[in-house]
Nanobody
Framework: QLQLVESGGGLVQPGGSLRLSCAAS????????MGWYRQAPGKKRELAAV???????NYADSVKGRFTISRDNAENTVYLQMNSLKPEDTAVYYC???????????????WGRGTQVTVSS
């Protein structure tokens, strides 16, 4: 059973930092891209940052210069370091991975359940 589990969310004051983690587990042969998406109340889910298996990254304009995505391929884990947080960063943050499971030639899209990030004084 393929599973993504996020951790690291919480309440932080404006200007503060948080580090999110997402670990993938299950019958995994290979993970292509991994990414973080976020959904604020009443809004659509949007991309925050994504990283390929080779380490290439892409960020939403709203987080460039403040967020850094990284991954540990040996541990099937992706991280999101969030600095200079703003109230508008408040959202549920979801991890997403494009995974090839053992014995399959297909790529499966897997999502975590999300972790709440609240930026407020």
């Amino acid at each position: 059973q393929l599973q993504l589990v996020e951790s690291g969310g919480g309440l932080v004051q404006p200007g503060g930092s948080l580090r999110l983690s997402c670990a993938a587990s299950g019958s995994i042969s290979r993970i292509n891209s991994m990414g973080w998406y976020r959904q604020a109340p009443g809004k659509k889910r949007e991309l925050a940052a994504v990283i390929t298996s080779g380490g290439a990254t892409n960020y939403a304009d709203s987080v460039k210069g403040r967020f850094t995505i990284s991954r540990d391929n040996a541990e099937n884990t992706v991280y999101l370091q969030m600095n200079s947080l703003k109230p508008e960063d408040t959202a549920v943050y979801y991890c997403k991975a494009e995974v090839q499971t053992r014995g399959s030639i297909y790529i499966t899209t897997a999502w975590g359940r999300g972790t709440q990030v609240t930026v407020s004084s």
